[in-house]
Nanobody, 117 residues
Framework: QLQLVESGGGLVQPGGSLRLSCAAT?????IGWFRQAPGKEREGISC?????QSVYYLDSEGRFTISRDMNTAYLHMNSLKPEDAGVYYC????????????????WGQGTQVTVSS
């Protein structure tokens, strides 16, 4: 059973930056990031394949960047806004990249991102 371990969340001021990490315990085709704000549905942010190709589902206007080193994926977030706050999850699939939260087979535990003065 593949496991995903997340880290990197925390409190940041508006305009600040965070880097989230997601470490998978085995080889996997796709690792993606989702987020969920209070009262809202979980939304896909981005996904990266094991060949390094990435896709973005959320229009962050270039503020978010996904990267990958073997079985660890990262989400670099710059110029953070209060509306970016929420719980961020990484997810993995052996088959496909998708921004639909019903698709990935594996999920991390989630990490809280708070953007506040």
């Amino acid at each position: 059973q593949l496991q995903l371990v997340e880290s990197g969340g925390g409190l940041v001021q508006p305009g600040g930056s965070l880097r989230l990490s997601c470490a998978a315990t085995a080889d996997v085709y796709a690792i993606g990031w989702f987020r969920q704000a209070p009262g809202k549905e979980r939304e896909g942010i981005s996904c990266i394949r094991n060949n390094g190709q990435s896709v973005y589902y959320l229009d962050s206007e270039g503020r978010f960047t996904i990267s990958r080193d073997m079985n660890t994926a990262y989400l670099h977030m710059n110029s953070l806004k209060p509306e970016d706050a929420g719980v961020y999850y990484c997810a993995a699939s052996r088959y496909v990249c998708s921004g639909d939260a019903s698709v990935p087979e594996y999920w991390g535990q989630g990490t809280q991102v708070t953007v506040s003065s």
